[in-house]
């Protein structure tokens, strides 16, 4: 069983301030050079709704920790250096060198899978730890390199998507997909589980990350529709829709076709609770019609003291909540942070290195941050968020199920 959390957090602190202090006099009379957190994240570009959060926590995380460590007469300080790589492999690789050359001892993202797998060669040859907070591709889950995740892999997702289609008897899906790293694991780690389950999948549509134009993609959807209809009844089959941002003009070109609007839509973390989907009124009045619940990480019961003072700390500064993606970055600044101050030399052994050694003690903003022996988080419950109207007829994301797996059996709960 774990041991008290906020206990557990304290003597791991401890000891890291004992390292960052050091042996006394040498830190009276040196300043000492701060301690450098580089963070990839999407500021521009898509999925910026994230990079943009990220940001703000990553701010606090650093305030945080600086100010923990001049109230325990540590003269050391952590600096933060953010570069947009707008969801980006190849800007993402040059950021990357970019804070590799400031000497960086970590780096928290980047957000995406396709952007870490671009530089999980460069970081595992330098030894600079990659702690992202958004990328899920089972593909990149691999022992004893730098690639660390503070969010589950992609198989977590799509056993509670697989359960919200058990649920409400869904027997065919139509998959939808962007062609990167992160969705292409989602379509295929959902089409692993479905099958397995007894449901049937079609060909569905993928499409390239430079897509603008939409309207072959869902002239496609309506085609194989069509051909899945002839055979089951509307009720019991689904598009499946994994992408980012991009599904804002995707969702343009659908509401112009009267089949893809009298069926169900099910999504992925990369656009739950998108500001650019609620934000633009077509896109957002179509995805309310097609249901379109979204699942994410959901937050642990157990952290919410936690969770919530960091939460309200963001809407006083921004209007906004954060969600779990954004707060695994502030807990792996905190971890990166930790890990730091007493590992700058430490060897990997065969199993586990020191980094997830930290991270498997840590109680942090999203709970308890174990990870796996590929470095990825160990466990995940999951929120479904969908657009629905308020009592004003306002659209806003509203959570409509759960699916835990962490506080016992696994269960699936809705409020609709």
Same mark, same amino acid.
């Not at 952007?115 to 600079?128: C, N, Y």
């Not at 509670?160 to 869904?170: C, D, E, P, T, Y």
């Not at 906004?320 to 052994?349: C, G, H, M, T, V």
């Not at 308890?368 to 590929?374: D, I």
């Given at each position: 069983?774990?041991?008290?959390?906020?206990?557990?957090?304290?003597?791991?602190?401890?000891?890291?301030?004992?390292?960052?202090?050091?042996?006394?006099?040498?830190?009276?009379?040196?300043?000492?050079?701060?301690?450098?957190?580089?963070?990839?994240?999407?500021?521009?570009?898509?999925?910026?709704?994230?990079?943009?959060?990220?940001?703000?926590?990553?701010?606090?995380?650093?305030?945080?920790?600086?100010?923990?460590?001049a109230?325990?007469?540590?003269?050391?300080?952590?600096?933060?250096?953010?570069?947009?790589?707008?969801?980006?492999?190849?800007?993402?690789l040059?950021?990357?060198q970019?804070?590799?050359?400031?000497?960086?001892?970590?780096?928290?993202?980047?957000?995406?899978?396709?952007?870490?797998?671009?530089?999980k060669?460069? @970081?595992?040859? !330098?030894?600079?730890?990659?702690?992202?907070?958004?990328?899920? =591709?089972? #593909?990149? &889950?691999?022992? %004893? *390199?730098?690639?660390?995740?503070?969010?589950?892999?992609?198989?977590?997702?799509?056993?509670?998507?697989?359960?919200?289609?058990?649920?409400?008897?869904?027997?065919?899906?139509?998959?939808?997909?962007?062609?990167?790293?992160?969705?292409?694991?989602?379509?295929?780690?959902?089409?692993?589980?479905?099958?397995?389950?007894?449901?049937?999948?079609?060909?569905?549509?993928?499409?390239?990350?430079?897509?603008?134009?939409?309207?072959?993609?869902?002239?496609?959807?309506?085609?194989?529709?069509?051909?899945?209809?002839?055979?089951?009844?509307?009720?019991?089959?689904?598009?499946?829709?994994?992408?980012?941002?991009?599904?804002?003009?995707?969702?343009?070109?659908?509401?112009?076709? @009267?089949?893809l !609007?009298?069926?169900?839509?099910?999504?992925s973390?990369?656009? =739950?609770? #998108?500001? &650019?989907?609620? %934000? *633009?009124?077509?896109?957002?009045?179509?995805?309310?019609?097609?249901?379109?619940?979204?699942?994410?990480p959901?937050?642990?019961?157990?952290?919410?003291?936690?969770?919530?003072?960091?939460?309200?700390?963001?809407?006083?500064?921004?209007?906004?909540?954060?969600?779990?993606?954004?707060?695994?970055?502030?807990?792996?600044?905190w971890?990166?942070?930790?890990?730091?101050?007493?590992?700058?030399?430490?060897?990997?052994?065969?199993?586990?290195?020191?980094?997830?050694?930290?991270?498997?003690?840590?109680?942090?903003?999203?709970?308890?941050?174990?990870?796996?022996?590929?470095?990825?988080?160990?466990?995940?419950?999951?929120d479904?968020?969908?657009?629905?109207?308020?009592?004003?007829?306002?659209?806003?994301?509203?959570?409509?199920?759960?699916?835990?797996v962490?506080?016992?059996?696994? &269960?699936?709960?809705?409020?609709?």
């Amino acid at each position: 069983m774990k041991q008290n959390p906020n206990a557990v957090s304290r003597r791991l602190i401890a000891a890291a301030l004992f390292a960052f202090i050091g042996a006394g006099s040498a830190y009276a009379v040196t300043v000492p050079e701060p301690i450098r957190i580089g963070a990839l994240l999407s500021l521009t570009g898509n999925w910026s709704s994230l990079g943009l959060m990220s940001q703000t926590l990553l701010g606090m995380a650093k305030h945080d920790v600086n100010h923990y460590l001049a109230a325990h007469g540590s003269l050391k300080r952590v600096d933060l250096l953010v570069r947009d790589t707008r969801l980006d492999p190849d800007r993402a690789l040059e950021k990357f060198q970019q804070l590799i050359d400031q000497n960086v001892v970590a780096v928290v993202g980047p957000q995406s899978s396709s952007e870490v797998a671009r530089l999980k060669p460069l @970081a595992d040859a !330098k030894k600079r730890p990659l702690l992202s907070q958004g990328s899920t =591709a089972s #593909s990149l &889950a691999f022992v %004893n *390199d730098m690639v660390y995740r503070l969010v589950p892999d992609d198989s977590h997702e799509s056993a509670a998507m697989l359960a919200l289609l058990k649920a409400r008897q869904v027997e065919v899906v139509i998959p939808v997909w962007r062609n990167d790293a992160g969705n292409n694991g989602l379509q295929q780690s959902l089409k692993k589980q479905f099958v397995a389950a007894g449901g049937s999948m079609l060909p569905g549509v993928r499409y390239d990350v430079d897509t603008a134009d939409f309207t072959g993609v869902v002239a496609d959807l309506q085609t194989q529709l069509a051909s899945a209809l002839q055979n089951h009844d509307v009720a019991t089959v689904a598009i499946y829709l994994a992408g980012f941002d991009e599904v804002v003009s995707l969702f343009h070109a659908a509401d112009t076709i @009267a089949a893809l !609007k009298n069926i169900k839509w099910y999504g992925s973390d990369g656009v =739950a609770l #998108s500001a &650019a989907l609620l %934000n *633009d009124a077509t896109a957002a009045q179509f995805a309310a019609a097609v249901d379109y619940p979204n699942p994410i990480p959901g937050l642990s019961l157990t952290a919410k003291e936690k969770w919530q003072a960091l939460s309200n700390r963001v809407f006083a500064k921004t209007g906004q909540r954060p969600d779990a993606f954004a707060l695994a970055a502030y807990d792996a600044f905190w971890i990166a942070a930790l890990n730091a101050s007493y590992n700058k030399n430490a060897e990997r052994n065969a199993d586990q290195d020191i980094l997830s050694q930290t991270a498997d003690l840590y109680f942090g903003a999203t709970g308890w941050t174990e990870l796996n022996r590929a470095g990825d988080r160990q466990h995940g419950d999951y929120d479904f968020w969908a657009l629905r109207a308020n009592a004003g007829g306002v659209l806003q994301w509203v959570e409509v199920c759960r699916y835990e797996v962490t506080s016992g059996p696994e &269960a699936l709960s809705c409020s609709e």
